[in-house]
């Protein structure tokens, strides 16, 4: 029998089976997970083959191949990772332009990453009921700006309710996740689109701040048949992708387009010539912004390699 996993605690499962019922399982002896180093080797969102036994427990014996996951670092000083979840089919950025700024680099980051990970991204521009006109043309500039490199963008405010229908459409039959900086409205478009879910995700932070549960505890909410919100608990998204300095540029879907055309086959679009990235960016044909996203994670990766060869 098969079911997908909507509850993990580390070592029990909550698999809702696909004849609708529910089953708390167990991992099988110790069944780990190939090619992976993980602390968990069933993560929320996994397709799971169980085994019934005839006295009524319940044991995950193997996991259909995972389209994408989502993970974070153990700690620092492991390189063992925790996955979140598994299985995502779209996420949900949650951005303001002001009450707070959310920086495109922030933005960049976030979707590069997606990137790798294989989620779909869209774009939720909330409080628009907020705006000033000059907050509003920022607003525009960005939503050009993202719909140009083939991103999809929303436009929602909580306040008046406009775009939250359309969120909730969106959402529908699939098993999404909302990610974005505190205080830009997740909890508040949760709300919107799935009071319920709100009501119980709510609930299980004010357990987790009573430090009763464990930070491995995720949950996936079905609010509507069929459709899933993922919730992890402390988490604002998910950690970067640990990319490469070659692949980075990958990630930036318009500058692969644009590194067709570059001189050299490794270019990394900083001081080599020929390069068409570069001279997409000199004829404003590429987001400045965007440019220095990019330099700032080239940036950061070389640091990392630094500190971590002393
Ligand atoms: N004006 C306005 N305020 C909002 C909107 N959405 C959320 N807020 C407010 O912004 C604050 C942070 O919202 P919250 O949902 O807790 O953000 P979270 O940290 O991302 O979960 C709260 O005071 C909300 O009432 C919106 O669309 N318009
Ligand atoms: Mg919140
Ligand atoms: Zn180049």
């Given at each position: 029998m098969q079911g997908i996993v909507i509850k993990s605690s580390g070592s029990v499962y909550g698999v809702r089976m696909d004849d609708g019922s529910s089953v708390e399982c167990r991992v099988k002896g110790n069944f780990r997970l190939k090619g992976i180093k993980s602390t968990n080797p069933v993560a929320v969102g996994d397709y799971v083959e169980v085994s019934l036994r005839e006295d009524g427990t319940a044991y995950i014996v193997d996991i259909l191949p995972r389209k994408n996951y989502i993970v974070r670092k153990?700690?620092?000083?492991?390189k063992q990772s925790h996955i979140l979840?598994?299985?995502?089919d779209l996420c949900f950025l949650v951005v303001t332009v002001s009450h707070p700024v959310t920086s495109t680099t922030f933005i960049d980051r976030f979707l590069a990453s997606a990137e790798a990970y294989r989620i779909p991204v869209v774009l939720v521009f909330n409080?628009?009921?907020?705006?000033?006109s000059t907050e509003s043309d920022e607003l525009n500039y960005l939503i050009a700006l993202y719909e140009s490199i083939g991103y999809m963008c929303l436009k929602t405010s909580?306040?008046?309710?406009?775009g939250t229908a359309t969120l909730k459409k969106m959402m529908q039959g699939k098993v999404s996740l909302l990610a974005g900086n505190?205080?830009?409205g997740k909890s508040s478009l949760l709300n919107a689109v799935a009071p319920q879910v709100a009501a119980r995700v709510g609930e299980i932070s004010r357990t987790h701040d009573t430090g009763?549960?464990?930070?491995t505890y995720t949950e996936m909410f079905e609010?509507?048949?069929?459709s899933f919100i993922v919730d992890t608990p402390?988490?604002?998204?998910?950690?970067?992708?640990?990319?490469?300095v070659e692949e980075?540029?990958?990630?930036?879907v318009e500058f692969f387009e644009l590194s067709?055309?570059?001189?050299?086959?490794?270019?990394?679009?900083?001081?080599?010539?020929?390069c068409a990235v570069l001279e997409a960016l000199k004829s404003g044909r590429l987001a400045p912004s965007r440019y220095q996203s990019y330099l700032s994670m080239l940036e950061e990766k070389s640091e990392g390699k630094y500190r971590s060869a002393e």
């Open positions: 153990a700690s620092n000083l492991s979840a598994s299985n995502l409080k628009i009921d907020l705006y000033n909580t306040v008046d309710n406009s505190s205080g830009v009763m549960h464990t930070t609010f509507m048949p069929g402390g988490v604002k998204g998910f950690g970067t992708y640990d990319m490469e980075m540029s990958h990630y930036f067709q055309n570059c001189k050299y086959g490794n270019c990394t679009h900083t001081h080599e010539p020929g």
